[in-house]
C-alpha cells in the first residue's frame, strides 16, 4: 500500500513540472508589450533631444524571453536613436512628417540578426506617437503602433 502512495505522488509530481515547464516554453516564444509607465527611460542621440516644435515619438521595446539578452538598436530616418534592452524606452523628437523607424539586432554572435527591419509612419503636429519592438518566436524583429497607456 505504501508503494502504491508513494508512485500516485510521484506522478503528480511529474505531472505538476511538466504542466510548469509547458507554460514556461509557451511564454518564452513571443514578446509582449509594456505599458510606457513601466518601461525604463534609456538615452536617445543628441540629434533626437526635445526642440520647439518637434513631436516626441516613444520607442518601447517588448518584454520577454526571446532574444532577452540582446540590445535592440533603433532608427529614424537611418539614424541611431538609442539601443534597448526588454522592457526599456527612448522618447526622440522628430520634426512632424513621414518618419522611417527601423530596428535590428547590432551585437555579435547570437546576437546579430538578420538587416534592419523598416516600417514608415506619419508623426502629426502636437500629436505623439507610440511605437513597440517587438520579436517574434522566430527571433525577427517588427516595430509597430501601440495605444498603450
Not at 12 to 39: E, N, R
Not at 54 to 70: L, M
Amino acid at each position: 500500500m505504501l508503494t502504491f502512495i508513494k508512485i500516485n505522488e510521484g506522478k503528480q509530481i511529474m505531472k505538476k513540472f511538466m504542466l510548469a515547464l509547458v507554460a514556461i516554453g509557451i511564454s518564452g516564444c513571443s514578446t509582449t508589450p509594456v505599458s510606457p509607465d513601466l518601461a525604463r527611460n534609456v538615452g536617445v542621440s543628441t540629434e533626437f533631444m526635445m526642440k520647439q516644435g518637434n513631436v516626441p515619438v516613444t520607442i518601447i521595446r517588448d518584454k520577454g524571453f526571446v532574444a532577452g539578452g540582446c540590445a535592440v538598436t533603433a532608427y529614424i530616418n537611418g539614424k541611431k536613436v538609442a539601443e534597448l534592452e526588454t522592457s526599456e524606452k527612448a522618447t526622440a523628437y522628430v520634426v512632424p512628417g513621414e518618419i522611417v523607424v527601423g530596428a535590428v539586432f547590432e551585437g555579435s554572435g547570437l546576437c546579430h540578426g538578420p538587416q534592419r527591419k523598416e516600417r514608415e509612419f506619419i508623426v502629426k503636429s502636437q500629436q505623439p506617437k507610440r511605437l513597440r519592438i517587438f520579436i517574434d518566436q522566430s527571433g525577427n524583429v517588427d516595430i509597430l503602433p501601440s495605444t498603450l497607456n
